[in-house]
């Protein structure tokens, strides 16, 4: 590339002289103008028609991308130089290298810059891909900078010549082995972004999970979830099995309010419409616990073998005040049931003899 640009810059070079000094002093200030030209004009005229488009392109990407291409247009001119003042000289080819190094390393900061910026953008987007948030952020930016890292030092090694087939051959190797020692943990990586990503529940939520244990999310992290059970342990989950299992999100849905059943019997010769009206009292005496809407509601459900079975429905503000609601409720239902005499039977059998053995024929002694 850079042959075939001297090429097309030697007439206009035989112009000023014949001396090669002045013809690569010629082409490092014409790259530095050319430079110079861009940065302060050509990037002013962009954002000039940004502020007036529709569709603007980020003001900062702007920016940062104006010293990359500044230095580039200038080593440019440098290698340019070079090649003039020694053609086919080992220094040249030294000085070139040195030169495209230097070009790498810029581009390199400006992709990582870039990076950083672009991810931030796109997770602050409330339009954005919905696995990019706030959460996942970090994960993304260091695989992107590791990427351009690597990929710089493979660009340098190529400028310098340095052959990288035995090397990428041995990181093959290397990164198979690790894949398999690792599983278990980069399953549980990929599993946290996905949970990240997808948001089955949150911090502060209460969940029940396939083994039956119930509790708050206290953490999500990169490979585990943490939860506060109601006997204040917490339980570290890796996420691989939380994203691998039925969760039942008692906080998800349109609000946070849970439903309790209350399931209660009385017997055979109760009055029904009395019971009906005791349990919608007790459930809506307890204003503090009991959900005002939506509101409480009694349904006779069916006729056991030992009672009539009745179940009070009620809406509760937190998952977590379930268990001091139900104890509660059943309390007073119990209060509520002896003032009025009302029947709670305890599971019963009758035993019907049709006839007696008959002990004429016993020849015991």
Not at 257 to 285: F, H, T
Not at 291 to 306: I, Y
Not at 316 to 325: A, S, T
């Amino acid at each position: 590339m850079f042959e075939h640009l001297h090429q097309a810059m030697t007439p206009f070079l035989n112009l000023l002289s014949d001396n090669r000094y002045i013809h690569a002093l010629a082409v490092i200030v014409l790259s530095l103008v050319v430079a110079t030209a861009f940065k302060f004009i050509l990037i002013a005229a962009v954002k000039g028609f940004n502020k007036s488009a529709d569709n603007r392109f980020d003001g900062g990407f702007l920016t940062l991308l104006q010293t990359p291409i500044y230095f580039s247009l200038f080593i440019i001119g440098c290698t340019l130089a070079v090649q003039i003042l020694a053609p086919a000289d080992i220094y040249s080819h030294f000085t070139s290298s040195i030169l495209a190094t230097i070009a790498i390393l810029i581009w390199s900061v400006f992709f990582l810059r870039a990076n950083h910026m672009l991810l931030l953008k796109v997770a602050l987007n409330p339009n954005r891909f919905h696995v990019i948030n706030n959460k996942t952020l970090p994960l993304f930016l260091n695989l992107l900078n590791i990427i351009i890292i690597v990929l710089a030092v493979y660009f340098v090694f190529t400028v310098w010549g340095v052959d990288m087939t035995a090397w990428l051959a041995s990181a093959g190797i290397v990164g198979i082995a690790v894949g398999f020692a690792a599983k278990d943990t980069l399953a549980n990586l990929f599993s946290g972004v996905f949970i990240m990503a997808d948001a089955p529940y949150e911090i502060g939520d209460y969940v029940v999970l396939d083994t039956g244990e119930r509790g708050e999310i206290t953490h999500i992290g990169m490979r585990s979830t943490r939860m506060l059970t109601r006997d204040d342990i917490e339980v570290t989950i890796p996420n691989s099995v939380m994203g691998n299992t039925k969760i039942i999100n008692e906080s998800g849905g349109h609000h946070e309010k849970s439903r309790c059943s209350i399931p209660i019997g009385v017997a055979y010769d109760a009055n029904i419409d009395q019971v009906r009206e005791v349990l919608m009292q007790v459930a809506l005496s307890e204003k503090e616990l009991v959900c005002a809407e939506p509101e409480p509601r009694v349904r006779f459900r069916r006729f056991g073998p030992s009672a009539l079975e009745f179940e009070l429905l009620l809406w509760i503000e937190k998952p977590v005040l379930r268990g001091r609601v139900i104890d509660t409720i059943n309390c007073e239902i119990y209060k509520q049931f002896h003032q009025r005499k009302i029947e709670i039977p305890y599971s019963k059998h009758d035993l019907y003899i049709k006839e007696m053995p008959n002990n004429k024929n016993d020849n015991s002694d």
